[in-house]
């Protein structure tokens, strides 16, 4: 079945901090890959999708890159600020209608100020 | 714009009582309808989906069921809970095109005592 791995479950970063999360994923058909965040107490929301590969998807300083030699994708940023604290997840939606979104583990982001 | 609501925001439940949460999506018609449930401090895990109206799949079995009684209302209840059923409960929509994200809604937290 449809799967995807988060390789880091907590990352702790000072500001200015370049962030980096790693996902890969597994699946027999076309993917549409996301990156969600969320935040204490609240539904996840979707901060990037990524449907092409070898492209960039960017919002909010975060950028996405998805390589679909190796079937991994990459939420990076820069300078992260203490605001950007949160979890985020990566996951997947196969491509066919009925197709279920996939979430990684999740990687809880500490920024320290 | 659509909306999304989910009630209650919070329960404390004693174990073997019923239990029942709702979602209401106002702002899109015939959307794909979600239940997900997120363990404190873990990952989402996919319940249930509805295409359409009265019709409900399961994903994973946790002695819960799902009902979609209006084409904007899914309803997750349960004639007795465990507490493992404890967790924060989120509802979403998607439209029905492959690829298409997911919305959440805020969420209702459930403690079983």
């Known amino acids: 079945g449809d799967s995807v791995i988060q390789m880091q479950g907590q990352v702790t970063l000072s500001e200015n901090d370049f962030l980096f999360i790693n996902c890969t994923y597994s699946?027999?058909?076309?993917?549409?890959l996301f990156w969600y965040v969320q935040y204490s107490g609240e539904g996840p929301q979707l901060l990037l999708q990524?449907?092409?590969?070898?492209n960039k998807g960017s919002s909010r300083g975060f950028e996405a890159t998805y390589d679909k030699g190796t079937t991994s994708f990459h939420l990076q940023k820069t300078s992260v600020q203490e605001i950007d604290s949160a979890v985020y997840y990566c996951a997947m939606r196969e491509g066919n209608a009925g197709a279920k979104l996939t979430f990684g583990g999740g990687t809880r982001l500490t920024v320290r100020p | 714009a659509q909306t999304i609501h989910q009630w209650p925001v919070a329960e404390i439940k004693a174990v073997g009582s019923p239990l029942s949460l709702g979602c209401t999506i106002k702002?899109?018609?015939?959307?794909?309808l979600y239940w997900y449930w997120q363990a404190t401090g873990g990952t989402l895990q996919q319940l249930f989906y509805?295409?359409?109206?009265?019709?409900v799949e399961s994903v994973v079995q946790l002695n819960l069921s799902a009902s979609r009684p209006k084409d904007d209302q899914f309803i997750l209840s349960t004639e007795k809970l465990l507490l493992s059923h404890s967790g924060f409960y989120l509802c979403a929509w998607s439209l029905r095109g492959a690829g298409s994200d997911y919305t959440f809604g805020s969420g209702t937290r459930l403690l079983v005592i």
């Open positions: 699946t027999t058909g076309y993917p549409t």
């Open positions: 990524v449907t092409t590969a070898n």
């Open positions: 509805s295409i359409t109206v009265g019709q």
């Open positions: 702002g899109k018609s015939s959307p794909n």
